[in-house]
């Protein structure tokens, strides 16, 4: 690496060489959590959630307002998008609960659609259970 000066950077096949497995593994650590910050501080799209149902089925269903997710099932996630209905909705909670799918769907906009959802008191309540409604309300 005598050959790289100072302050240039190097190719992307060159740079590790000099590092051990556990520096490697400490740097890309903290490019992870750089990475992230800098997603969390990123100016996202805003959208309001208009309602929160739990239909005949059991599964979570939040109505966006302006947004659609029409491909957010290729994430890979479980989170859906409805055509007909046009909602992101969740599988029947088995091994979670109906606030875990919550915080989950969130998360899942976030990341991958690029848009923060949030709730406002004008969001319609059909079907939620009050506990359930109330530990939505609390994140």
């Known amino acids: 690496m005598a050959h790289k000066r100072k302050g240039q950077l190097t190719s992307a096949d060159v740079w590790h060489k000099h590092l051990r497995k556990f520096w490697k593994r400490n740097f890309w650590k903290g490019e992870r959590a750089a990475e992230k910050k800098l997603i969390d501080n990123e100016d996202l799209d805003r959208d309001r959630i208009v309602r929160v149902e739990v239909d005949k089925l059991g599964s979570l269903h939040l109505y966006p ?75």
């Open 65 to 139: 307002e302006r947004k659609k997710f029409t491909l957010i099932y290729r994430t890979a996630t479980e989170v859906h998008w409805n055509s007909e209905k046009q909602t992101l909705y969740s599988p029947k909670p088995s091994d979670w609960t109906y606030l875990d799918w919550y915080n989950h769907i969130l998360k899942v906009v976030k990341e991958e659609g690029g848009c923060k959802l949030y709730l406002t008191r004008e969001t319609e309540w059909f079907n939620v259970p009050e506990n359930v409604k109330s530990g939505i309300v609390k994140v």
